[in-house]
Structures are given as structure tokens and as C-alpha cells.
């Protein structure tokens, strides 16, 4: 809403001619209409409610899906089991330190730090790591090529020739396996290198659940964390809300038409 004032504003600012006399209607707006004719693109900020589904998308039914096995559901009935299991959990803090770690993890549907997670999680910072590092070294030469590591068959790789008088802009090829590469520019040879590594093996559960972990949602926790978070006029806990009295966005009627926004 916001955002799209704000580009209807600078957008008026920028089609009507300025007059000479030209003073800001809305001194707070001036700021922000400035830093957006700037000549970058701002991108605002990802929040977590970015990645939220519309509670309309909740089960209806919210009691046989708390009760059944997290394994067996679809992607939506999946996150809200996950999502209400994993609130109903932190709204109840007391019991928190009870809990020890590996069923706090799985109640707030996280995985245990393991072997085959850590060995995933190093894939994944292996590949944001070679993805993003610059490789500085000695000079690539027949004898001796600059190594590049990749986790596939080929890589772009941009060559700047050195520091100082050897540097040149930016050379680009596609670096691929089997073959040395030569600058165009300033004749550094380059080879790739494939790094391997291993995936847990096959039919392997990288989350397994310890057997003293109870994975069985206590309904009674929701209708506590409603107790204690939802009375005295006050909803603090909309999630919860909605899923004992079937409402959307903390108390609103489902079935509800649509309205416009403002009214
Ligand atoms: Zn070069």
C-alpha cells in the first residue's frame, strides 16, 4: 500500500514539470521520494510473514489434523500442523526449559544437529562458499593452473589478470572439466576441479526421531495457550484463535466476503 503510493508520488514527480517555486506538500514523504529517484533499485525487506500462508488456507478441521501423523500430510496441512504444534509450543514458556533438546526440536518441528545433518548443511555452505569466493594465488601457468573447484562439470570464472599493471577488466569463459584454459589477456592458465562429496546413504532418515521423543500433539496445549494468551478481550495469539473457533486473521468470520481495502 504504501509502496504503491509512494510510486504513484515520485512517478507524479517525475511526468509533471517542476515549477520553479517547486516545495514538498508532504515534508515526511520528501525523504523517501529522494531515495527513490536514486539510481539503484531499493528491494524491501524479506519478513517472515513473506513466507506465511493466509490463515483461510487453515484446516477447518483442526482437531483430526493435530491428531494425525505429520509424515502422511500434504504441503498445506503440513504447515499448519507444524505451524500450530510449533506455537502451541512456545506459548506455553513455563514448560520450555522442561523440555529436553531433541523434543523441543521436534516440537517445534526443527532437525537435531547429527552427522547426516551436519554433513548436508556443509554441502550446502560448500556450495555457497564456492559460489561466492574470489580466488586469489599465484599466477596460472602450465605447470602450475589455477585450480577451480566446482561442484559440477563446468564453471563461469572471470579472469583480471593480476594487481597493479597487470591488471586487465574482467575476462569471462565457461570453465570446463577436461580442458586448461588460457586468458586471452594476459595468458593465465585455468583448470577446473571437481569437488565430490557424499549424500547420507540411500533409505538413510537424516531426521530420525529418538524413540523418548513424544510425537503426539497434546490438544489440551492449544486450548492452554488460548486460555492464558486469548481472554480478557484481548487476542495475542491469532493462530490459536483461529484454529479452536474456525475463524480467519484472529477472530474474523471464514465465510466473509472479501472487503475493500480501507472500508
Ligand atoms: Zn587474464
Excluded at 95 to 121: F, H, T
Excluded at 178 to 185: M, N, P, V
Excluded at 221 to 249: C, F, S
Amino acid at each position: 500500500m504504501l509502496s504503491a503510493a509512494r510510486r504513484v508520488l515520485s512517478g507524479a514527480a517525475r511526468l509533471t514539470p517542476k515549477p520553479q517555486s517547486w516545495q514538498p506538500a508532504v515534508p515526511a514523504a520528501a525523504g523517501c521520494q529522494l531515495e527513490a529517484r536514486r539510481g539503484y533499485r531499493h528491494w524491501w525487506r524479506v519478513l517472515p510473514e513473506d513466507f506465511e500462508l493466509n490463515s483461510e488456507s487453515m484446516p477447518k478441521d483442526v482437531k483430526s489434523l493435530m491428531a494425525s501423523n505429520p509424515h502422511n500430510l500434504g504441503f498445506i496441512d503440513a504447515y499448519w500442523y507444524w505451524r500450530i504444534r510449533a506455537e502451541s509450543t512456545m506459548m506455553d514458556p513455563e514448560n520450555l526449559p522442561k523440555k529436553s533438546y531433541k523434543q523441543l526440536c521436534r516440537d517445534m518441528g526443527l532437525s537435531i544437529v547429527n552427522e547426516q545433518a551436519e554433513n548436508l548443511l556443509g554441502i550446502v555452505e560448500l556450495y555457497e562458499y564456492l559460489k561466492s569466493s574470489p580466488f586469489i594465488g599465484p599466477f596460472g601457468t602450465i605447470e602450475n593452473p589455477v585450480l577451480v573447484p566446482a561442484i559440477h562439470t563446468e564453471r563461469i570464472v572471470g579472469c583480471t589478470g593480476g594487481t597493479g599493471d597487470n591488471e586487465h577488466v574482467p575476462l569471462w569463459f565457461r570453465c570446463r572439466e577436461g580442458f586448461l584454459y588460457r586468458c586471452g589477456e594476459c595468458d593465465q592458465i585455468f583448470m577446473l576441479v571437481r569437488v565430490l562429496y557424499e549424500l547420507p546413504e540411500e533409505g538413510m532418515d537424516i531426521n530420525p526421531i529418538d524413540p523418548d521423543v513424544k510425537d503426539v500433539f497434546d490438544f489440551a496445549l492449544l486450548e492452554k495457550g488460548n486460555e492464558v494468551w486469548n481472554t480478557g478481550g484481548m487476542i495475542n495469539w491469532p493462530t490459536g484463535y483461529d484454529a479452536l473457533h474456525g475463524t480467519v486473521y484472529g477472530g474474523g468470520a471464514r465465510d466473509e466476503d472479501q472487503r475493500a481495502i480501507g472500508e
